[in-house]
């Protein structure tokens, strides 16, 4: 299994393409609940948001708001801004440590990416097309998009904490990947300091500095997101602590209302508006 298959396993991926073509003004408020992904082909693109500065953008680009953001993107009133623009779902409303990890917003220019290139052409292509089953076509490309987003931010450490970074780290890497796999398992700082082939320590020392928390409060975070994708499919509160390592269900209604605000079922009903 890959570093990042668990993810895919876990948090349900989708995308929809919602706008494409040459932009000239302002766009509509954006803040569905959903993150966003614009891919900027040409032009300049200035992207304004609550509490935070303008962005402006004249170069090629990839604008991914990895969780639901209100924002705007307006192109130049004088040559406008080519791009294609997507709504992503992966988990949003969730405890996904790899979308925790992406800063908001990430912006990477496409020439730092010229492994996207190919997709990126096709999804232009498609998007400037007007061929039967246009639409599932970009919403598909979007996603593999992302996919391809994602790994490219792990091999070259475009982010620089949190999971991706954690993943990135050769040492740490095979710890989280323990962690991953075996949620279940009642896991010692010694029994994953062996993994990463560090001493106790060192690897918590080292864990806390990359990833930006402690090896247990990321175990922690990622059984709480596998209980929530469990919850949504209908999963008994025993069934789920079995599967991510607690006693019972009360001992998993306990740590998933510290660390989560409120208690499972009142967070399966206020999240449905988060539905993948």
């Known amino acids: 299994m890959d570093r990042l298959t668990p993810f895919f396993e876990r948090f349900s991926l989708s995308a929809r393409m919602f706008y494409s073509g040459q932009l000239c003004g302002v766009s509509p408020n954006l803040d569905e609940q959903a993150g966003y992904l614009h891919v900027l082909r040409k032009g300049t693109l200035t992207v304004t948001h609550p509490n935070a500065r303008k962005l402006v953008l004249d170069t090629p680009s990839i604008l991914f708001f990895p969780r639901p953001h209100q924002h705007r993107v307006h192109g130049s009133e004088e040559e406008g801004a080519e791009l294609v623009c997507a709504t992503v779902?992966?988990?949003v409303g969730m405890l996904n440590p790899l979308i925790a990890s992406f800063p908001e917003p990430f912006v990477v220019p496409l020439d730092v990416l010229p492994e996207l290139a190919p997709a990126l052409e096709l999804l232009f292509s498609e998007a400037s097309s007007e061929l039967p089953g246009r639409q599932t076509a970009l919403d598909r490309l979007f996603e593999y998009v992302l996919v391809l987003l994602i790994r490219s931010a792990i091999?070259?450490?475009?982010?620089?904490?949190?999971?991706?970074?954690?993943?990135?780290?050769?040492?740490?890497s095979k710890a989280i990947e323990s962690m991953h796999k075996h949620p279940e398992t009642a896991?010692?700082?010694e029994q994953l300091a062996q993994c990463a082939g560090m001493s106790r320590a060192r690897f918590a020392a080292h864990f806390r500095k990359v990833v930006g928390m402690t090896p247990f409060d990321y175990l922690t975070n990622w059984?709480?997101?596998?209980?929530?994708?469990?919850l949504r499919k209908g999963n008994s509160l025993k069934l789920i602590a079995t599967a991510v390592g607690y006693a019972n269900a009360t001992a998993l209604t306990r740590v998933f209302t510290q660390r989560v605000g409120t208690a499972p079922s009142e967070w399966l009903v206020r999240s449905q508006g988060y539905r993948n």
């Not at 091999?155 to 780290?169: P, Q």
């Not at 059984?223 to 469990?230: E, F």
């Open 155 to 172: 091999n070259a450490r475009l982010v620089d904490s949190g999971a991706l970074m954690g993943l990135s780290d050769e040492r740490l």
């Open 223 to 230: 059984r709480l997101g596998i209980a929530q994708t469990m």
């Open 89 to 91: 779902k992966f988990g």
């Open 187 to 189: 896991w010692s700082l």
